[in-house]
């Protein structure tokens, strides 16, 4: 069964720190690229960073050198670090593949004050 939950999701301040986490079914995590998601309040969603099945990690522009991306492949699990937290990171996070998403998680509510 495919499976998706994401957690660790919370208020934090301006200039804060959150992680997230995201569980994963086997058959959607197993050798494939991943990527975390989100979607601000009347907004499409959107990728915000993913990572290969060998840790090869890319960026949006308007998270780099803020967010870290994490795998553990041994537990089906991925990560986002998001340090330096800013308001307009207010958003329900996702995580899924990036080539052929599965069906979506219930996500994780991340919301910034400022």
């Known amino acids: 069964q495919v499976q998706l939950v994401e957690s660790g999701g919370g208020l934090a301040q301006a200039g804060g720190s959150l992680r997230l986490s995201c569980a994963a079914s086997?058959?959607?995590?197993?050798?494939?690229?991943m990527g975390w998601y989100r979607q601000a309040p009347g907004k499409q969603r959107e990728l915000v960073a993913l990572?290969?099945?060998?840790?090869?990690?890319n960026y949006a522009d308007s998270v780099k050198d803020r967010f870290t991306i994490s795998r553990d492949n041994a537990k089906n699990t991925m990560y986002l670090q998001m340090n330096s937290l800013k308001p307009e990171d207010t958003a329900v996070y996702y995580c899924?593949?990036?080539?052929?998403?599965?069906?979506w998680g219930q996500g994780t509510q991340v919301t910034v004050s400022s």
């Open positions: 899924n593949r990036v080539r052929d998403p599965g069906p």
């Open positions: 990572i290969s099945s060998v840790g090869n990690t």
């Open positions: 086997g058959s959607i995590f197993n050798g494939r690229t």
